[in-house]
């Protein structure tokens, strides 16, 4: 017969099971916390991506808004006409941005402020139709900036990541995904 108490056995179970629960218990603290970080990094993308596009979306309508009117020959609306529409995304984004795109922001944001604001005269013999219209066509280059910045904040790259090396470019789930007519003409022929 062996050394061991009756107690012995109970015992050495119970310590197994709470070294178990403990063991469960980190690695699923683990897991939600990998999940809630996950969770914060595609909010934060989430966050400043939609902050980027309502910006772009205003920048760009008050450069066509601009280049309507001096086609039109109409003056130009007025500097809070131009605040009230673009104050609130350039807020947005000033709060959310990164040092680099909240400057190219700023950039876009005083040159349309400058073309909508109250234009100082233009020097002798300089026509101040042709004035505003250099300051319209310098609107697109500094936007390339602040979208440059906006793609190197984010990650975006211009081409598609490549594939991995170790698995093949389809599988057949994929194939199976996007061809569902050929399980049913194998399901109706067999």
């Not at 012995?8 to 939600?32: C, E, K, Q």
């Not at 920048?59 to 131009?82: H, I, K, W």
């Amino acid at each position: 017969m062996s050394e061991i108490p009756w107690w012995g056995l109970p015992l050495i179970a119970a310590v197994f099971a709470l070294v178990g629960a403990g063991v469960t218990l980190l690695v699923s603290a683990r897991d939600n916390y990998l999940r809630s970080r996950a969770k914060r990094t595609r909010r934060w993308y989430a966050e400043r991506r939609d902050a980027y596009v309502a910006l772009l979306t205003q920048f760009e309508r008050a450069s066509y808004r601009a280049r309507a009117a001096l086609d039109a020959g109409r003056p130009l609306p007025g500097p809070f006409t131009y605040l009230d529409e673009v104050g609130p995304a350039l807020m947005q984004v000033r709060l959310l941005a990164s040092g680099q795109v909240r400057s190219a922001a700023l950039a876009v944001h005083l040159l349309l402020e400058k073309l909508y604001g109250e234009r100082p005269t233009p020097p002798p013999g300089v026509d101040p139709a042709k004035s505003a219209r250099e300051m319209l066509g310098h609107v697109p280059l500094v936007m390339q900036q602040l979208e440059a910045a906006i793609r190197e904040e984010l990650g975006i790259k211009d081409a598609p990541p490549p594939p991995s090396a170790g698995q093949p470019s389809r599988s057949l789930r994929s194939y199976m995904r996007r061809h569902p007519a050929s399980e049913e003409s194998s399901i109706t022929s067999g």
